[in-house]
């Protein structure tokens, strides 16, 4: 099929990419020219696992192509993506001006029927907006052009993105006609091989799915880090108590890591979208408001212990960092927990050098030169002249380290630990202080 998808990003890039490999004509259109440029040349200006590799194959083959312009995009698509950002405005609610304007492009340019389909996260009642919109856009030229618009929301996590995209658990379309069913249905036929994933339901219902499902997953991070919180009140240790848990099928291993908050470009942001949501219905989402304010608090944690280990005597220290990325397998820096750690290190006098597989560059660019943090390009150069380490991201390198190696090199060896990746016993056999997220010894 022809397909046309709006914007370049993690999911609109994914998409695209994911469509081309299953044999699809896909054009992906984009306003950043720089962007397109990269990507015509076979760049991919993010680190996702598996991604290039299929930008270039299907460019090469000419089933992926990237354009700046939107009018022969439109042109193309029988089937017209929408994948742009929906960043939080103010208040935290979603931010709709990207998706209306391109709903606006399509509407002034569609010249034949088309399903028009957001994978963007948005609101509730944005599948509406985007076809009263089109539908504007389309009268004001004096014409009439048949079109659906179908809510068919995004599940991929970064750093698995590719993985998730050719083989997701469920393809959940929200869709009021059957016309435009029958096209998706056909579209994602090759993902459907060996049992039928899709779920067909109302727009509401899909735009809705998309929300539970990171809420959800948010509330079970929220609720692990706060039994991690009783649980070094009370002389417990949550490894324990999360296997204990995991272990009922009913609630399930996955999603109950403990650590020093959730981040990324979506959780915080979806659990705070959908919260104002419910609110400017009516409705006080006092679970959602928990949730998030457990994760803000989390997000503090390691600051917290590490300054206690000092008596809050921080300035002139040096504390080594292991991961900057919000998560491993990925560069994004987007609400990382290592960066409220930097910053109140940095406001109250302390150093960073800091070690990430791949966020350094992100890091570099975020936060700019600056005395009080040196970015390294090993591991181990990260705790020169460090007085303690602190992990912030679970990569895998970084799970079975050379405990006597690191004593060897910190001036006050103590690791504080903030997802949990070892045992306190054989750090402490090693010879270091180990602190971690609700080991029953942490206060
Ligand atoms: C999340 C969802 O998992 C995807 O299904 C969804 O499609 C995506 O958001 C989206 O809305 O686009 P992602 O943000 O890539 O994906 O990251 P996750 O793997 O879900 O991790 C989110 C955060 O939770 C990370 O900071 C991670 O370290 C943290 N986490 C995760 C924990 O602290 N504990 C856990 O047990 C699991």
């Known amino acids: 099929m022809k397909v046309t998808i709006f914007g370049t990003g ?6 695209g990419a994911c469509l081309a490999e299953m044999g699809n004509q896909v054009i992906c259109v984009d306003i950043d020219a720089s962007k397109i440029e990269r990507l015509q040349r076979g760049e991919v200006p993010i680190y996702e696992p598996g991604l290039e590799p299929i930008v270039r194959s299907n460019g ?3 089933r992926l192509g990237f354009t700046t312009d939107a009018v022969s995009a439109v042109a193309h698509g029988e089937v017209i993506f929408i994948a742009v950002g929906t960043p939080p405005d103010e208040d935290g609610s979603a931010d709709l ?6 709903a606006r492009t399509i509407g002034a340019h569609l010249d034949r029927y088309a399903v028009v389909v957001n994978k963007s996260t948005v609101p509730v009642g944005t599948a509406d907006r985007v076809r009263a919109t089109i539908s504007q856009a389309v009268e004001s030229r004096g014409v009439e052009v048949p079109f659906d618009v179908v809510s068919n929301p995004e599940f991929l996590k970064e750093g698995a993105a590719v993985e998730d995209c050719l083989k997701p658990d469920r393809i959940i379309v929200g869709a009021s006609s059957e016309r435009a069913v029958t096209v998706l249905r056909s579209l994602y036929a090759p993902f459907n091989r060996s049992h039928d994933r ?9 735009e809705l799915t998309k929300y539970a499902a990171n809420a959800m997953l948010a509330t079970k991070i929220s609720f692990m880090n706060e039994i991690a919180n009783i649980a070094e009140r009370v002389g417990a240790d949550v490894e324990l108590v999360r296997q204990g848990i995991g272990s009922d099928p009913r609630i399930g291993h996955h999603f109950i890591y403990p650590g020093a908050g959730y981040g990324g470009s979506c959780f915080p942001k979806d659990v705070q979208a959908l919260e104002r949501t419910a609110r400017s219905h009516g409705y006080d989402a006092r679970l959602l408001a928990a949730v998030e304010a457990v994760n803000h608090d989390q997000k503090a944690k390691l600051f917290e212990l590490i300054s206690r280990h000092f008596d809050g005597q921080l300035a002139g220290k040096t504390i080594a960092l292991w991961g ?13 927990p290592s960066r409220r750690l930097m910053e109140a290190l940095w406001q109250v006098g302390a150093k960073v050098r800091a070690f990430d597989p791949e966020a350094r560059a992100e890091t570099a660019r975020q936060y700019g030169e600056r005395d009080d943090l040196v970015l390294c390009e090993h591991a181990y150069d990260a705790l020169q002249g460090a007085d303690v380490l602190a992990i912030v991201t679970e990569w895998k390198a970084f799970r079975s380290p050379d405990f006597s190696r690191i004593r060897g090199l910190l001036k006050t060896p103590a690791i504080f630990d903030g997802r949990n990746l070892y045992e306190p016993a054989a750090v402490e056999a090693a010879g270091l202080a180990y602190y971690g997220m609700g080991r029953g010894r942490s206060l």
């Open 60 to 62: 090469a083959e000419g």
């Open 97 to 102: 001006q990207y998706v209306l304007s391109v």
């Open 324 to 336: 900057l990325a919000f998560k491993p397998n990925t560069d994004d820096m987007r609400e990382a």
């Open 10 to 15: 993690y999911v609109g890039l994914v998409t």
């Open 198 to 206: 899709m779920v067909v339901m109302d727009e509401r219902s899909a």
